[in-house]
Antibody
């Protein structure tokens, strides 16, 4: 059974930092590109960032470029999202999602999400 | 504002068919077959329902089908059932940024 389990969400003040983790099991982690997709309260989905299976390719939405960093630890089967200079508009549920092959064709599996609230 | 345009809501009665549209441009839906659709029940994670415009993953009911015409992709659900009531999101590769864009989501109500 494929499982993606996010952790690390919480309440943070504007300008603060937070690191999300996504533990993956049930798939060959290195064969999958991984992404973070977020959903603000009552809104649609927004793709945030992706990393290739090898970790050599990293991609970011303009809204987070320069503030967020995606990484993966293949030995630990874990995906990360380091978020800094957080803004109120970054408040959302953050989902990790896996894609066999390239990240930009489909998202095969999704985690249950981690809530990040940016507020003073 | 989302890059892809979906209707905010659609509705249908059990047994009927409905279609949800997703309109983009020649930089995304029009020129590429990387359109996918996701079903999301309240408080739950999205689930892949259609990829590559019209392909269904293993385990997804054949009541769900996808198509594309010009810059608009469509998701059709036939034989509506109560459990189909959910939000549906379209997604596409875009050559403008080389990245991925989603639609704003459509709430399906089964009357």
């Amino acid at each position: 059974e494929v499982q993606l389990l996010e952790s690390g969400g919480g309440l943070v003040q504007p300008g603060g930092s937070l690191r999300l983790s996504c533990a993956v099991s049930g798939i060959t982690f290195s064969s999958y590109a991984m992404s973070w997709v977020r959903q603000a309260p009552g809104k649609g989905l927004e793709w945030v960032s992706a990393i290739s299976g090898s970790g050599g390719g990293r991609y970011y939405a303009d809204s987070v470029k320069g503030r967020f960093t995606i990484s993966r630890d293949i030995a630990k089967n874990t995906l990360y999202l380091q978020m800094s200079s957080l803004r109120v508009e970054d408040t959302a549920v953050y989902y990790c999602a896996s894609s066999l092959g390239s990240y930009n064709k489909k998202f095969d599996y999704w985690g249950q999400g981690a809530l990040v609230t940016v507020s003073s | 504002q989302s890059a892809l345009t979906q209707p905010a809501s659609v509705s249908g009665s059990p047994g009927q068919s409905i279609t949800i549209s997703c309109t983009g441009t020649s930089s995304d839906i029009g020129d590429y077959n990387y359109v996918s659709w996701y079903q999301q029940h309240p408080g739950k994670a999205p689930k892949l329902m259609i990829f590559g415009v019209s392909n269904r993953p293993s385990g997804v009911s054949n009541r769900f089908s996808g198509s594309k015409s010009g810059n608009t992709a469509s998701l059709t659900i036939s034989g509506l059932q109560a459990e189909d009531e959910a939000d549906y999101h379209c997604c596409s590769y875009t050559s403008i940024s080389g990245l991925v864009v989603f639609g704003g989501g459509t709430k399906l109500t089964v009357l």
